[in-house]
């Protein structure tokens, strides 16, 4: 958008309206005077009545008295059979009587030559009638007879004509301008059609290079590799090879696509054509298609070049059978036209299209197959060696303390995305510059981290005794057998302060693994099992508080069943639909007996796991009860108190450190208005 500037009419840049010596800006001014002027001759036309006379308006009776029966009338015209004008014979006008009909009326009205009065007639029967009447004993000569007249004023009927048609045009215009707002300039009720696409090249350069994407070793070779076709193409098709045509950067969101092709944009050397899957589309017209042509022609132009479609989704998802009754034409003629010019052009013809995208899974399989988007870039959330890389990146610009180490970052936040990263760098710096600090210290980082996975501390939510130590007795249950079963995540803080919409919470440190066991996943379900187990055998009742527990269970217990062949009565099938373009929305894959097979066994599953996590809780009350009493005075422990209170765990793994690490948050004991 164009940044506007505070001149005004002194040409004083800058200088504010309402300041001395300043005169408001004239731009919105001049822009509303016609409207204005408009609106003042519509007026001035509906109001003042040119013809009318209206100050020389008499009454009939006035006129009989005192001008026919006068003898002083030399003319009668009947208007419209509306009104009558009165002509004065000239010699009577020197009479005092008429000097207001001698002094002319406004507009040239009246005058010597008149007409000099005008009156109304009502009926024009009843007028005629009385006129003869009045008249019976004039002699023939002095019989005044009317003359008729019909005048037209086509001022309404034009207003009725252009008003409407005016207000039409004007909300078209509107319309069409919003809805081109943004495509460049000129005229842009005509841009419409046009590409919306951001061009970078020589003149406008992006900042960003692949030093400033930490990681991602592979996904940038991959698109250097892109990078250097375009430059070197001669080298790879001397040998008889094609140049690729596009490149799919799919991964999760916040794992730098966008970087890595701003990156390419900022690396490339070649004309950088960005825009976002949504550009094409546009309400109420269709335009999706002609702006994928205008795209391409402007990039053939400018070949050797990339084109870069961020979500692409947004207009590549899969066509036709959409369980979405929804379905889009719109959409479809783009993406059609989409893939028409991606297989349309010559293949050496120097555009590389990349786009990005976190669902590559709905996309249409015509536009991943190979000769449009050849490669495929998976990016996948950093290990720990890149997270610490993209730390090193971005506490570049912070002010951190000496001692801080960026491995002991990285370790604090498996899962987290670059995005994230990003997120607690900025959020610690915030959090130590709230405290007046001169330097970021590693307690900031880590409030950074508990506060990007759990939301602020609500130390002053109201809760009843009653309610915390249910609480305290949840979060101890499920820290309990976290603790003593050998695949479950191993615990390593839990609090009972209120946090975001959590009224507790337990941190976990996941390995970083690659595949999960069926072990591992039934000691993940028993453990959040825990928290409801621990309120039934301490209580004797159960509250509100497991549900997310329970819908966590649900979805495993859902998964391991009917996804991923884990359950021996099912056998080892999968209903799982990568594509997301099968039709199981309406019809289900399997027979109607399968269907309650499934539901029992999943049922069974978390029952079974819910009774192991019950008899886990009975097997050591004491250290149950001793872990709710602990929390319940501290608010907060760490993995230290747990160990003091079970042991060490056995079956502790090498990597596993003592120091306090971050990952999945249990939300847990959320109260009911808040489900
Ligand atoms: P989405 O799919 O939601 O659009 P994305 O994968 O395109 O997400 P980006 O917009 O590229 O994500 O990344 C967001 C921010 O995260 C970047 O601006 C950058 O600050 C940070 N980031 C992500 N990955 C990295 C990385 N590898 N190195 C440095 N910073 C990163």
Redesign the pocket.
């Known amino acids: 958008m164009e940044e506007k500037k505070g001149f005004n009419n002194n040409n004083k840049p800058n200088q504010k309206p309402g300041m001395p010596g300043s005169k408001p800006p004239t731009g919105g001014k001049n822009k509303y005077w016609i409207y204005i002027v408009l609106l003042g001759i519509f007026l001035v036309f509906t109001f003042v009545d040119f013809g009318g006379g209206s100050e020389n308006k008499i009454g009939q009776s006035k006129f009989e008295k005192e001008m026919l029966l006068q003898h002083d009338v030399e003319k009668l015209v009947i208007v419209n059979k509306e009104y009558a004008e009165v002509y004065i014979k000239q010699d009577k006008l020197a009479d005092e009587k008429y000097s207001d009909a001698a002094k002319g009326g406004p507009f040239g009205f009246g005058g010597s030559a008149g007409p000099h009065y005008t009156f109304e007639i009502g009926n024009l029967e009843n007028f005629e009638n009385k006129l003869e009447e009045l008249q019976k004993d004039f002699p023939p000569e002095e019989k005044i007879s009317p003359d008729y007249k019909t005048e037209h004023s086509y001022l309404p009927d034009i207003i009725s004509w252009v008003l409407p048609l005016a207000l039409i045009f004007g909300l078209w215009y509107f319309i069409f301008k919003r809805m081109s707002g943004g495509s460049g300039g000129g005229n842009k009720i005509f841009n419409i059609g046009k590409s919306k696409a951001q061009v970078f090249d020589k003149e406008k350069r992006v900042k960003v290079n692949f030093t400033?994407?930490?990681?991602?070793e592979e996904a940038k070779v991959e698109v250097m590799e892109i990078v250097d076709f375009l430059k070197n193409s001669s080298k790879y098709t001397q040998l008889g090879g094609k140049i690729p045509k596009g490149a799919l950067?799919v991964?999760?969101?916040?794992?730098?696509?966008?970087?890595?092709a701003?990156a390419v944009a900022g690396e490339a050397d070649v004309p950088f054509f960005s825009l976002s899957g949504s550009d094409f589309v546009e309400m109420f017209v269709c335009v999706g298609a002609s702006r994928v042509r205008d795209l391409f022609k402007q990039a053939k132009q400018k070949a050797p070049c990339i084109i870069f479609i961020?979500?692409i989704d947004a207009i590549g998802r899969a066509r036709g059978r959409n369980p979405n009754f929804g379905s889009n034409d719109e959409r479809e003629n783009t993406l059609n036209q989409l893939l028409t010019e991606m297989d349309g052009f010559d293949t050496n013809s120097g555009v590389i299209i990349l786009a990005?995208?976190?669902r590559a899974d709905i996309l249409d399989k015509a536009l991943m197959r190979a000769g449009r988007f050849d490669r495929q870039i998976h990016?996948e959330l950093?290990d720990i060696v890149?997270r610490e890389?993209?730390f090193k990146?971005?506490t570049k610009p912070l002010k951190m303390d000496k001692d801080l180490e960026l491995s002991f970052l990285s370790k604090q936040t498996p899962g987290f995305?670059?995005?994230d990263?990003?997120n607690v760098c900025n959020e610690a710096a915030l959090i130590a510059a709230r405290k007046n600090k001169k330097k970021i210290e590693k307690q900031d980082f880590l409030d950074a981290v508990d506060r990007i996975i759990g939301g602020l501390e609500r130390k002053s939510k109201i809760i009843s005794k009653e309610e915390k130590k249910t609480i305290a007795f949840h979060e101890a249950g499920n820290a309990t057998v976290s603790w003593l079963l050998e695949h479950a995540n191993p615990l390593l803080k839990v609090t009972i302060i209120p946090r975001g919409r959590a009224l507790g919470a337990a941190w976990y440190l996941p390995e970083e693994r690659s595949i999960t066991t069926k072990e591992q996943l039934l000691d993940e379900m028993c453990s959040a099992l825990g928290g409801r187990a621990s309120e039934e055998i301490v209580f004797g009742k159960v509250s509100t508080g497991a549900l997310n527990d329970l819908e966590k269970v649900t979805k495993q217990a859902i998964a391991m069943v009917s996804y991923l062949g884990m359950s021996e009565e099912v056998g080892t099938l999968s209903y799982y639909d990568s594509s997301g373009q099968g039709d199981y929305g309406f019809t289900k894959p399997y027979s109607e007996k399968t269907s309650e097979l499934i539901d029992s066994e999943i049922k069974a599953i978390v029952e079974n796991q819910y009774l192991r996590a019950k008899k886990v809780l009975k097997d050591n009350m004491d250290c149950l009860s001793k872990l709710a009493e602990t929390l319940l005075e501290k608010e907060v422990i760490f993995s230290d108190d747990l160990e003091k209170i079970f042991g060490e765990r056995p079956w502790k793994k090498e990597e596993e450190k003592p120091e306090p690490a971050n990952e999945v948050i249990i939300e847990e004991d959320k109260p009911d208005s808040e489900k």
């Open positions: 400033d994407v930490a990681g991602l950067l991964g999760p969101p916040g794992t730098g696509k966008t970087l890595l701003k961020d979500e990005a995208t976190n990016l950093p890149e890389a993209i990146v971005h995305s670059g995005a990263i990003a």
